[in-house]
């Protein structure tokens, strides 16, 4: 079908079609590259808490250990022989 300046619309209707599937294709590839960041961002930070965890716990046992130590002196210290 021809419009009146010689071009064929049905082409141009194609053409149109194809650029809409292709943005509907890029546009769904960017959600899941969006939803694939936030899976990401949401395991790196519970990594992040639970590696901050784990520095507590082994500052919590050095501090027990140096007590320990501390104790272990004085006990050997004031000991019967």
Partial sequence: MYNGSGECKMSEESEEIGIKAEVERLTARVEALNEARE????RYSNMSEKIGELR???MANERDADEFKHMSKIYNKYKMP
């Fill in 56 to 58: 507590s716990m082994i």
């Fill in 39 to 42: 899976a990401f961002n949401e």
